[in-house]
T-cell receptor, first 112, second 108 residues
Framework: DVKVTQSSRYLVKRTGEKVFLECVQD?????MFWYRQDPGLGLRLIYF???????EKGDIPEGYSVSREKKERFSLILESASTNQTSMYLC???????????FGSGTQLSVL | RKEVEQDPGPFNVPEGATVAFNCTYS??????FFWYRQDCRKEPKLLMS???SGNEDGRFTAQLNRASQYISLLIRDSKLSDSATYLC?????????FGAGTTVTVRA
């Protein structure tokens, strides 16, 4: 069974903390994505990566960075967490350009 | 203008009813289209792909209208278990764009 695993289901952090969200996929997919989902706004793309060490900005990259040192792992970093980054974060991966997108179960991040 | 727009609903329908809703996209070069289903507090999961010729999967029918740049989803004989948020996904090269979702609630 294919799997995208996010390291934490719930996370509570303080303003100004550095936050790491980890995502691992076991399907040998080239492409990986980080989205945030907020009520009424849907899923918004933060960053994506189509290969190891490659990264591309999505629609809302400000305040975030990413790391992809290995094919199976794509990390999202909040350098200095702020309250407006409280959200559900979803990692996803896809084999090619038009295949099925597989999601992790999400991390609900609260920044206090 | 948003790249992908959906009527947020909610569509509140009785069991057995037919419900249909659309999703419009702005980029005419978009290549692939999908419908995803998301249950409350869960991750989205693929419901079905949308092909140019239209396709059916049981009680679900998806259509693509390239000329008017929209895709549609129709659910026949609605079940209580169909209650969910339905997200359309439009792919252009490596970029996947999501609609904000259409909420469907099926009542007994």
């Amino acid at each position: 069974d294919v799997k995208v695993t996010q390291s934490s289901r719930y996370l509570v952090k303080r303003t100004g903390e550095k936050v790491f969200l980890e995502c691992v996929q076991d399907m040998d997919h080239e492409n990986m994505f980080w989205y945030r989902q907020d009520p009424g706004l849907g899923l918004r793309l933060i960053y994506f990566s189509y290969d190891v060490k490659m990264k591309e900005k999505g629609d809302i990259p400000e305040g975030y960075s990413v790391s992809r040192e290995k094919k199976e792992r794509f990390s999202l970093i909040l350098e200095s967490a702020s309250t407006n980054q409280t959200s559900m974060y979803l990692c996803a991966s896809i084999l090619g350009k038009g295949g099925e997108l597989f999601f992790g179960s999400g991390t609900q991040l609260s920044v206090l | 203008r948003k790249e992908v727009e959906q009527d947020p609903g909610p569509f509140n329908v009785p069991e057995g009813a037919t419900v249909a809703f659309n999703c419009t996209y702005s980029n005419s070069a978009s290549q692939s289209f999908f419908w995803y289903r998301q249950d409350c507090r869960k991750e989205p999961k693929l419901l079905m792909s949308v092909y140019s010729s239209g396709n059916e999967d049981g009680r679900f029918t998806a259509q693509l209208n390239r000329a008017s740049q929209y895709i549609s989803l129709l659910i026949r004989d609605s079940k209580l278990s169909d209650s969910a948020t339905y997200l359309c996904v439009v792919i252009n090269d490596y970029k996947l764009s999501f609609g904000a979702g259409t909420t469907v609630t099926v009542r007994a």
